[in-house]
């Protein structure tokens, strides 16, 4: 059989944390696989950061990114520059991941190209077309192009199931970030790092991320200022706060929080380095997403500082909670998670929801199994009770 030339395009630091597993899986089918990695580089350094780590060297790199770039930027630049590269390499299949600006372009460029579009990370959904914005309806418009959707969990597929989409097209996979993690994160590590190895982490310690669009201005200003009312209150707390690239958020983080006492503020962690931190901190306060998915695998409580969530499952299962990004709201919960032992164990039970650490594997099986390298499908992910 002649070989399967699959293309990954992704291009922010979360999609290729969470492409990377795959990657690396579909590398070891040197026989039926051409793998050819593409990317937008809508983030440089972040993305950058995490290439390096998992030695992954793109085949194209489209450098789309500029300071301040609007969602007009991304989607143009990306669509342009993936037309010549899909042109020139005819990919069978392109893969993107997730809910960014490039995934939906990647998945756009595929279907004009007559390409087909695998989905990693599909069917995540808040039902809110601007919470998160653009994400929500990056994730929907990728969706409707897509025809090997890897739902990470059994509620995505159902999100997906109800949008009519064919059950025969969707892999329950468990999420890739879960690979990524249990790769990464290690017993005793030592950061070498001036920084994280000097803080003391006997008291509390806090891990603080912040970068959502919807967030931006006064909401995370709510958010930082909750922050120093806990510095205010509680002697022994420590933040620590890797700033996000972007300077709509950077302004306002050293605004609010620049050089105060027991706060320590970072440029983005490498991934290796970030993922240990977040087991050895007490409680993390996060937007993100993907620090949603991987803290409830380390046992640690998170809280989110936002209004809706597409990953309802760690929030049932207690160990995430919702608290939006209002300055009250923030600073009662965070209290009561340093002040409350009962709530705080109730919150810190490890649990599993979102992966088992092989699910590359079953996503790298499926495309196997629908190109007919394989007889068999991959089993469906249960996650562990
Ligand atoms: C993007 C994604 C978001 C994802 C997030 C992960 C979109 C619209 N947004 O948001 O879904 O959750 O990435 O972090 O797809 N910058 C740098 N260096 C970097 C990265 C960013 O300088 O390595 C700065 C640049 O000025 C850039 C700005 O940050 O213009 C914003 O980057 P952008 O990708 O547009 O938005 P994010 O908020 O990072
Ligand atoms: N992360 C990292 N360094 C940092 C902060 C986060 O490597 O300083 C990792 C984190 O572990 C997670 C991913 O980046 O895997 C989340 O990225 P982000 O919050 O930017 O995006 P989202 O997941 O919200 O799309």
Redesign the pocket.
């Known amino acids: 059989m002649e070989k399967l030339k699959v293309m990954t395009i992704f291009?922010?630091?979360?999609?290729a944390i969470k492409m990377a597993p795959v990657i690396l899986e579909l590398k070891n089918f040197p026989q039926e696989v051409e793998v050819i990695v593409a990317v937008t580089?809508?983030?440089?350094?972040?993305?950058?950061?995490v290439l390096n780590l998992f030695n992954i060297r793109p085949d194209y790199d489209l450098n789309i990114?500029?300071?301040?770039?609007?969602?007009f930027?991304?989607t143009s630049r990306a669509l342009l520059g993936l037309n010549k590269v899909l042109q020139e390499v005819k990919p069978q299949i392109v893969l993107v991941h997730?809910?960014?600006?490039?995934?939906?372009a990647g998945a756009l460029a595929a279907y004009y190209h007559q390409i087909s579009v695998g989905h990693v990370e599909a069917g995540l959904r808040t039902g809110n077309k601007f919470s998160?914005y653009?994400?929500e309806m990056?994730r929907k418009l990728t969706a409707a192009l897509t025809d090997l959707n890897f739902a990470p969990t059994n509620t995505a597929k159902e999100n997906l199931l109800r949008e009519g989409i064919d059950e025969e097209k969707i892999f329950v996979t468990g999420n890739t970030v879960i690979d990524a993690l249990y790769k990464t994160v290690k017993k005793n590590f030592t950061f070498n790092d001036k920084l994280l190895d000097g803080i003391d982490y006997a008291g509390k310690t806090i891990l603080v991320t912040t970068?959502?669009?919807e967030n931006w201005g006064e909401p995370l200003r709510q958010v930082y200022k909750a922050l120093k009312k806990i510095l205010d209150e509680f002697a022994d707390v420590k933040i620590i706060f890797p700033v996000?690239?972007?300077?709509?958020?950077r302004d306002v983080v050293n605004e609010e929080l620049g050089n105060l006492p027991r706060v320590y503020l970072t440029d983005?962690l490498d991934y290796e380095p970030f993922a240990n931190l977040m087991n050895r901190v007490d409680l993390i306060l996060t937007d993100?997403?993907?620090v949603q998915e991987e803290a409830p695998a380390l046992g640690k409580p998170v809280l989110v500082l936002r209004n809706t969530t597409e990953r309802p499952e760690a929030v049932n299962a207690g160990t995430v909670k919702l608290v939006g990004t209002n300055f009250e709201n923030v600073f009662a919960n965070t209290k009561l998670l340093l002040t409350d032992a009962d709530e705080y164990k109730k919150m810190s039970d490890a649990c599993n929801p979102y992966g088992d650490g092989i699910a590359a594997k079953r996503i790298v099986q499926a495309i196997l199994w629908h190109y007919k390298f394989v007889d068999e499908k991959p089993a469906t992910f249960q996650p562990r009770r």
């Open positions: 291009g922010t630091r979360p999609e580089a809508q983030h440089r350094e972040m993305l950058d950061q990114m500029s300071a301040g770039q609007t969602l930027d991304i997730g809910d960014t600006t490039t995934t939906f998160p653009p994400e990056n970068h959502r669009r996000h690239k972007n300077p709509v958020v983005p993100s997403g993907g």
